[in-house]
Every structure is written in structure tokens, then in C-alpha cells.
């Protein structure tokens, strides 16, 4: 069997997990890159709205400050508040490195970074390139890493002696030596082989887990395999009940329902509108947000132009509001004839610009639906895009509670609370892609002895299970019966009644899933590679429905019918997730957050606190600033 | 709304393989992608195929359709006859590993062997100042989704294996441009454009033009005023000198 040994191997090729590896091989670390894609294609390279940083260009007012509380408000302030404050602090740097590296934003009329509008952040903020941001980043890390292997075949003769792409090699089992971990194994995609890395640092960045949901933006890699993986190996999810619904996907044709929509659209000038042509966010800004937002259209247009004296309008609340905003208007019966509501642009911008500023909205609409954007209203609706659980990891270091176990990007958990705010997620993989990488290298310079070669006999077995049962059931129809469960029962709009039923029904899928079987050989074959990922799919689902069983009341990206209100005592807890080596035992469990610094919470109003904060933690606040 | 559509796909690994015929299901709306997918799931279950964002902004899923090659993921099934009988092959140019899957290794050869950008090393980074006019020409190249359709395409590789050492094909030579029209890079190119990665092969057909899903303008763009400042500072060292004096000011 082939066998490498490195010195931390990152399992993900987005930008997280090329941020950490650039980062590790900086650090003179032998790094593995693996991923399941080719190189290049990972799920970064579909974001399109931008990278927040508050650099400032557009507004001089912008700074880590404002950005810090806009991020806890859009997270409903359940957010790890270091993870927060580093992401907020450090995502300037991060984007200006970036720079360095050959990427070329948009700019300001002074030649600097263009920053765009999103929703939730005070001041213009998004770097940006279009709305095809997430293909400058991916493709700027990648060029970096192609740098860094010209350097090293100049240095060394070999290109890849410290840094290797294993691109289409999926790794199921992370591997250990006691309690630590001692590498990974996995399989290569083209030729169904296997292959073991000897390490004593990994590194998770594998993504999301949207493929367990019919109606989605994410790829046939979202099965949440990093999420699986870390929880068989030992470690913790916590804030898996959040999921975020993006209020703007496609809705017709039917095969691309789900597909995004860039908030763009609304961060530059369009209108959400019913059946009745009533720009309805009016009727929905929460009472959280009343102040912030204007109350008629002709305040919420002149923002655009004067964000000094007005406010901005209600299109661009948090993800969260909008999806159910939307959601209530298509079951109130105003929704479209496809069922979303219209997503304007057409009647705000000149076609011209449009075509400009929104590119692949304007080629994706007119080739998949034959709808001219400049023309005429889209059609949209909710559709499941991120998830805000994750890896529980040290906000310093991405270190998770299995020593040699770091995690960065969207399959860690805390940085977003409750709601990620848009253009968020592609800065927190930059801040912390390299602070898991150095995280990384740091403890494996500590080690006194690397830890000795796993076995990984059941590895083995496992992986090649599905093969060996040809006359097996169709992983296909298991994969589409969880998709349509969660999607109808642990969706946008939870019920006590309904999400008891999807753990019944998952537990039966999992019955099902020991049975599944694939015809034909091990080359390159998707339909042994769903049956292996089924495996993640249904425990990150458990997990997922689990916790949202245990959460009783509302809060960003979990919304319950029978709690609809937010708690102040729940604000405080965190539900953890575990379970046993062979993904049985799921358990969950209730932990008490930190509260914040006193510096940072001094930055919000006791006004806005009251809102959320209990009775307790409200002395503490007062304590803190009269303490400053 | 839904009709029986005729599917010929190849299937093989290891070098060998043959056109299969499959009848199947359509559905309002759908792309030749969806409609793999389907025989994946109900038909073929090894069906080996490469997709991620269905949406075009990837490259992932290159294949021909009836001899062209498109992104199956962007290609409606409205645009062909009910009757028609609708081919999928994998890219020619590239090693076929199984089905419509290529070994596409060729690519992120040449994507190695082009020196990267070099900045001036005095510049710190938060202190770049472009105008968006001179990134434009750039950013129009660095849309390129990594299809890999237009090396596909070029016939100076398509059925000649041997030109493939000295040729980084039209995606390779285009990034070679965009780094010689970025605002801040150092190098000069355009020699080694000519002399180690074989723009001189390319004779302007413009094939890869029309293909790209991009819609980037490959050749006019590119590759043709890649050649003449290639011809220029051939026969004169001045205009070399002075473009350079001219870009670094400009910075
Ligand atoms: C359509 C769309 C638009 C978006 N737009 C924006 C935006 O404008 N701004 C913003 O901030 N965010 C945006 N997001 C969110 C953001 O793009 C993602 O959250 C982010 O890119 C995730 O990056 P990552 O590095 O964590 O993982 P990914 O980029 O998803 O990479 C995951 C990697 O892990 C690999 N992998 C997974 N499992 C395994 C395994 N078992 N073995 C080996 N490798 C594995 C995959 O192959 C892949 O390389 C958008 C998301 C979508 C879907
Ligand atoms: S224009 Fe040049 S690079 Fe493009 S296909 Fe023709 S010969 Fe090849
Ligand atoms: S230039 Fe166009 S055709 Fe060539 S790889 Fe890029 S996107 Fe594809
Ligand atoms: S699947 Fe991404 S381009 Fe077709």
C-alpha cells in the first residue's frame, strides 16, 4: 500500500485548507494537500459576493471595531467572541497578502481595493473581483503554492520535496497512536487504491455539509466528511443545529433549484419583491434591528449614495431574517409562479452596469433559465448554503480537543455564532487557514517523538464494505430519502414533532446504509464513493437534528415553531456533540460559553446588550465599563 | 414537459472502450449534466463523471457533446431535438481514465513550468495602487475557470502528442500574458513565451477562442499582441525598452 510520511497533512483544497498549507510549508513543514476534487475546483471557487475586511478604502469610518460588532450582531451574539475579535482584526492583512501573491481586486478611484456593501456589515466592506471573488482567491493561494514548489525545485531539485497536491484522493478515517493523531488513511478516486499518510498534525478544512439537503448551493462534496471524521476521531462539533438557508437561490428550472444568488444583487441596488410588487422586507425588520434599518423605500435608496444620513434598507438584514421573510410571503400565498418571490435589478441599475458589477448572475440566468437579468425580475427562494457548526477548536491555534487535530474554514465551528454574515466566511479562511497552519507547526515542533505508524486494517474494511455487497441497495435512493428528510423536516422552519420523526427515519437510513452496494470495478467509481460518504452524511445529519431537538428557541440559523423567541439563558450555552469510534452514541451536551472581555463588550451600547444579554451578565458589563 | 432522450455515451478505462446507447428520461429545463446524472443513478451507477458547482464556474465537467467541446453543466438539453441522438466523449486530448474522465496532469505541468509573479520587492503589501483601467486586461484572463477546453481544442496538441513538451497550449500561454500585463510584475516574457513555452506554434485559428465558456478572447487578447510585442522586440530593442520604462512609471 502506499504510504508518505509529512509533517502535517491538510485534508481540503479551498481556502482554508491552502491558506494553512502555504502557512505550514512557510513554517519548513513537509505538508500534504489533499483533496477530493482536482486541484482548484474546491467549493472557494464558487463564492462570489467577496472577502470581508474592514481596510477602510471606501469608508474611512470602517475598522476591526465595527466590524467585530457587526459580526456578533449578525451571529445574534452567540459567536466565539476571540474568534471574532482575531478574524475582524487580522482579515486586512490577509486580503493584502493576498496581493502580493498576484491577485487583482477591483479598485477605488485612488487605485485601491474596491469594497463592496453585504448584508449586516455597517460600511462598504467586501474586496471583490465581480462576483467571482472566490475564483481570484482560490486561484491566487493556488498560484501560491505553485510559487512556493518553483522555490523549492530551485532550493532542492524537487518540487514537491515540501509541499505535494494529492488532488482526487478522498480520506475517510483519520488515524491515531493512542489519543493523538498519527496520520489518515484514504483512497484515490482514479484508481480506487489506497493510501495512508504517517502524520502527527492534520489539518481539516474540508467544507460543509449541504449534500444533505435536496435544495442547496453546495457541490457533491459537502457530505460533511471533516465534520464525520473529527468526531470518530474523538473530537467535539458544537453549533451544528445552525444552519444557514441563503435567502436567494434559484427556484426554477427545477435542476437548478437551489444554485445561488449573489447577495450582490442586493448589496448593489436590488429589491426583493411579492406577488403584489410590495418590497415586503419592510413588513420584517426584527425589533433587534428597528433602529438600524429605514422604514420607507426613498430612505433605503438614498443609502446607497449617503449612508451617512439614512439608513440602510431592510434587503440587506442578516441572512437568517430574509430567508424567513421569504419563506413566509410564499406561504402566505404571495410568493412567484415558481414559487420564490422576485429578486429585482432590472428596473434599479442600467443594463450596462449590471452586466459590469454582476456578471455570472447575468450569463448563469440567461443560461440556465433564459431569464435576461437587466430585463426582468429573477425568480428566488431559500436555499441551504453554509453551515455555522463545527470542529470545536481554540480560536488561537484551530487546535481541536484531539492533540494533532487543527480544523479552519467552514468545517469549524464558533467563529459565525449563530449566522455567518456574508463575505465572512472567505476572510475567516484566510485568518484562520494560517492560524491552524502555524497552530500546526508549532505542535509539531513540541513533539519530543513523532507518534508510530496506525494500523489500519479496519480502515480497510470499511472502505471497501460497499464493494463487496454488489447485490447491495442503491446508495443513490438512501442518499436522496435523507436529502428530502432533512429538507422537509430539519429545514428553515423546526418543530419538536418533526424533527423526532427525522432521527427515526435516519436511524433507519443508517440500517439501510450498512447495506448499500456498488457494481463495478474500483476505478474511478461515484457510486462506491456515495456509499462511503453516506456514512458522514447521516452522522453529521443525527448531529444536526440532535442538537436541534435540544435548542428551545430561535436564533439565527435554527428557528423553531414551538420557541419562537430568543433566550438570553440559551445565548449562553453551547450544545456539544459526540459519539463513539464507529459513529454510534450520538450524544449531545450542554456547556456554558465565556462570557466576553471587558474590552470588547465594551465596544456595544447597553441599549443593544439588553437584547440579548441575561440580568447576570449585564452587571458584568456595567462592571467592565466602569472599570474603563 | 418530459421526453425519452437517446444518449450514446463512452464507456472505458484503461485505454479501452466503446459508444454505449442508453435511452433516458428529460425533464423541463435540464442540462446534458443533469441528465448523466440520471443514468448515475438509475442506470450506470459507476457512471464516471467530474462535476462540482453546476453552475459554470468551476471547470470541472468538460466533456464534447456531439463533438464540441462544452461544459455538460451549461449545455440545455432544449438546444437539441427531441429525436436527436445526443454523443458524449470524453476531451480528446487528454488520456482517458475512465469514461468522461481525463487525466488532465498535462495542465498543471505546464501551470509549474510558468515562472510566477514576480513583484518589486520594496512594494509592502496594503501599499499596491492600481487603476482599475490597467487591472482589466488582467482580470479578463484570470476569469479563466480552468476548463481546460481550449488546450483541448488547439489542434497543435489535439492529435499531435509529441508537441505537447514544448507547448503550454492557449490556457498557459494566456496566463503568461496576464502576468506580463499585470501592473506590478517584474519579469520579462515575452522571449520566454517565444522560445520555452511555443507561442511561435500557435498560427491564430482561434479555435480556443470559441470554445471557452469564459468567453475570453484567448487570441485577440492574448495571444496576438503576445506575438507582436514578441516581433518587436525582436527587431527593436527600443520599443522593449521603452514599454518597460513606461509600465514602471505607470505604476
Ligand atoms: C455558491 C456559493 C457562494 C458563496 N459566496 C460567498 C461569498 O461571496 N463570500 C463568502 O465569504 N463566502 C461565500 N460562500 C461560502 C464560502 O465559499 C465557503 O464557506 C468556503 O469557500 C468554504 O471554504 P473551505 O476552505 O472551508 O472549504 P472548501 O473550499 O469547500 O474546500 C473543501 C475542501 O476539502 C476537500 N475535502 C472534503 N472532504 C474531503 C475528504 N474526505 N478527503 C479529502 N478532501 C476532502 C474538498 O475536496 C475541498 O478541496 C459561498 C458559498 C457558496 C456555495
Ligand atoms: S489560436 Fe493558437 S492557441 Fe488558440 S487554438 Fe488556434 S493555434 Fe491553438
Ligand atoms: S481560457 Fe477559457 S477555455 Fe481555456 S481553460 Fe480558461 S475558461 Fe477554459
Ligand atoms: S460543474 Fe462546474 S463548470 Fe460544470
Not at chain 1, 487504491?193 to 502524520?199: C, E, H, M, P
Not at chain 1, 476505478?523 to 435548542?551: F, K, Q, T
Not at chain 2, 476531451?91 to 498535462?106: A, E, G, H, Q
Request: aromatic letters at 8%.
Amino acid at each position: 500500500m502506499e504510504r508518505h510520511e509529512y509533517d502535517v497533512v491538510v485534508i481540503g483544497a479551498g481556502g482554508a485548507g491552502l491558506r494553512a498549507a502555504i502557512e505550514a510549508r512557510q513554517q519548513g513543514k513537509r505538508t500534504a494537500i489533499i483533496c477530493k476534487s482536482l486541484f482548484g475546483k474546491a467549493h472557494t471557487v464558487m463564492a462570489e459576493g467577496g472577502a470581508a475586511a474592514a481596510m477602510g478604502n471606501v469608508n474611512s469610518d470602517d475598522n476591526w471595531m465595527v466590524h467585530f460588532r457587526d459580526t456578533m450582531r449578525g451571529g445574534k451574539f452567540l459567536n466565539n467572541w476571540r474568534m471574532a475579535e482575531l478574524h475582524a482584526k487580522e482579515a486586512p492583512d490577509r486580503v493584502w497578502e493576498l496581493e502580493e501573491w498576484g491577485a487583482l481586486f477591483d479598485r477605488t478611484k485612488d487605485g485601491k481595493i474596491s469594497q463592496r456593501n453585504f448584508g449586516g456589515h455597517e460600511y462598504p466592506r467586501l474586496a471583490h473581483v465581480g462576483d467571482r471573488t472566490g475564483l481570484e482567491l482560490i486561484r491566487t493561494l493556488q498560484q501560491r503554492v505553485v510559487a512556493l514548489q518553483q522555490e523549492d525545485e530551485r532550493e532542492h531539485g524537487d518540487p514537491e520535496a515540501f509541499i505535494k497536491v494529492f488532488a482526487e484522493c478522498t480520506i475517510t478515517r483519520l488515524l491515531k497512536d493512542g489519543d493523538a493523531i498519527a496520520g489518515a488513511f484514504g483512497y484515490w478516486r482514479e484508481t480506487g487504491d489506497f493510501i495512508v499518510f504517517d502524520a502527527p498534525a492534520v489539518v481539516l478544512a474540508t467544507g460543509g455539509i449541504g449534500k444533505s439537503y435536496v435544495v442547496t448551493s453546495n457541490s457533491w462534496e459537502y457530505t460533511g466528511d471533516g465534520h464525520a471524521l473529527a468526531v470518530l476521531a474523538g473530537a467535539k462539533l458544537i453549533n451544528m443545529e445552525f444552519i444557514q438557508f441563503h435567502p436567494t437561490g434559484m427556484v426554477w428550472p427545477p435542476s437548478v433549484r437551489g444554485i445561488l444568488v449573489t447577495e450582490s444583487v442586493r448589496g448593489d441596488g436590488g429589491v426583493l419583491r411579492n406577488s403584489e410588487g410590495r418590497r415586503f422586507m419592510f413588513d420584517y425588520v426584527p425589533d433587534v434591528f428597528k433602529d438600524k434599518y429605514a422604514t420607507t423605500e426613498e430612505e433605503g435608496d438614498r443609502w446607497y449614495t449617503d449612508q451617512a444620513n439614512n439608513r440602510r434598507p431592510p434587503e440587506l438584514l442578516p441572512r437568517d431574517e430574509v430567508a424567513r421573510a421569504i419563506n413566509s410571503e410564499v406561504k402566505a400565498g404571495r410568493g412567484s409562479p415558481q414559487g420564490g418571490v422576485f429578486l429585482d435589478v432590472s428596473s434599479r441599475l442600467p443594463a450596462a452596469e449590471i452586466i459590469k458589477r454582476l456578471p455570472s448572475m447575468h450569463h448563469q440566468f440567461k443560461e440556465l433559465a433564459d431569464v435576461d437579468i437587466t430585463q426582468e425580475p429573477m425568480q428566488v427562494g431559500p436555499t441551504c448554503h453554509y453551515i455555522m457548526g463545527g470542529v470545536e477548536v481554540e480560536a488561537d491555534t484551530g487546535a481541536a480537543s484531539v492533540p494533532g487535530l487543527f480544523a479552519a474554514g467552514e468545517v469549524s465551528g464558533g467563529m459565525h455564532g449563530s449566522n455567518r454574515l456574508g463575505g465572512n466566511s472567505l476572510s475567516d479562511l484566510l485568518v484562520f487557514g494560517r492560524r491552524a497552519g502555524l497552530g500546526a507547526s508549532a505542535y509539531v515542533d513540541g513533539l519530543a517523538t513523532r507518534p508510530s505508524a496506525a494500523d489500519v486494517t479496519d480502515a480497510k474494511a470499511e472502505a471497501v464494505a460497499p464493494l463487496e455487497r454488489t447485490g447491495g441497495e442503491n446508495p443513490y435512493e438512501v442518499h436522496h430519502e435523507l436529502q428530502r428528510t432533512m429538507n422537509d423536516l430539519v429545514g428553515i422552519i423546526r418543530k419538536a414533532g418533526e424533527i423526532s420523526e427525522a432521527l427515526q427515519v435516519v436511524e433507519k437510513l443508517k440500517e439501510r446504509s450498512k447495506n448499500t452496494g456498488s457494481s463495478g470495478s474500483r476505478v474511478y467509481n461515484p457510486g462506491w464513493h456515495l456509499a462511503i460518504d453516506l456514512r458522514n452524511m447521516l452522522l453529521v445529519s443525527e448531529c444536526v437534528a440532535r442538537a436541534a431537538l435540544l435548542r428551545e428557541e430561535s436564533r439565527g440559523g435554527h428557528t423553531r415553531d414551538d420557541f419562537p423567541v430568543m433566550s438570553a439563558d440559551w445565548r449562553q450555552k453551547l450544545l456539544v456533540c459526540s459519539a463513539a469510534p464507529d459513529g454510534s452514541g450520538v450524544t449531545v451536551e450542554e456547556k456554558v460559553q465565556p462570557s466576553m472581555r471587558g474590552d470588547l463588550i465594551s465596544l456595544f451600547e447597553r441599549s443593544e446588550l439588553e437584547k440579548y444579554l441575561t440580568e447576570d451578565e449585564l452587571a458584568e458589563y456595567d462592571a467592565a465599563v466602569k472599570e474603563s | 414537459m418530459g421526453y425519452k432522450a437517446k444518449f450514446r455515451v463512452w464507456r472505458g478505462e484503461g485505454g479501452e472502450g466503446q459508444l454505449e446507447d442508453f435511452t433516458v428520461e428529460v425533464n423541463e429545463g435540464e442540462v446534458v449534466l443533469d441528465v448523466i446524472h440520471r443514468l448515475q443513478a438509475t442506470q450506470v451507477p459507476d457512471l464516471a463523471v467530474r462535476w462540482n458547482c453546476k453552475a459554470g464556474k468551476c471547470g470541472s465537467c468538460s466533456m464534447e457533446i456531439n463533438g464540441r467541446p462544452r461544459l455538460g453543466c451549461m449545455t440545455r438539453m432544449s438546444t437539441f431535438e427531441e429525436t436527436e441522438t445526443i454523443t458524449v466523449t470524453p476531451m480528446r486530448t487528454f488520456p482517458v481514465i475512465k469514461d468522461l474522465v481525463c487525466d488532465v496532469s498535462f495542465n498543471y505541468q505546464k501551470a509549474r513550468e510558468i515562472p510566477s509573479f514576480t513583484p518589486p520587492k520594496d512594494v509592502k503589501p496594503g501599499e499596491y495602487r492600481m487603476q482599475q483601467i490597467d487591472v482589466e486586461r488582467s482580470q479578463e484572463f484570470r476569469k479563466c475557470i480552468e476548463c481546460f477546453m481550449c488546450n483541448n481544442v488547439c489542434h497543435v496538441i489535439r492529435d499531435h502528442d509529441e508537441n505537447k513538451p514544448a507547448f503550454a497550449g492557449p490556457r498557459f500561454l494566456m496566463r503568461i500574458a496576464e502576468l506580463d500585463m499585470h501592473p506590478y510584475d517584474e519579469l520579462d516574457r515575452k522571449e520566454s513565451a517565444q522560445e520555452e513555452h511555443g507561442l511561435g506554434y500557435c498560427n491564430i485559428t482561434k479555435c480556443c477562442t470559441e470554445v471557452c465558456p469564459e468567453h475570453i478572447k484567448i487570441t485577440d487578447n492574448a495571444l496576438i499582441p503576445m506575438k507582436e510585442r514578441v516581433v518587436d522586440r525582436k527587431y527593436d530593442p527600443l520599443v522593449w525598452l521603452g514599454s518597460k520604462i513606461f509600465k514602471r512609471s505607470g505604476v
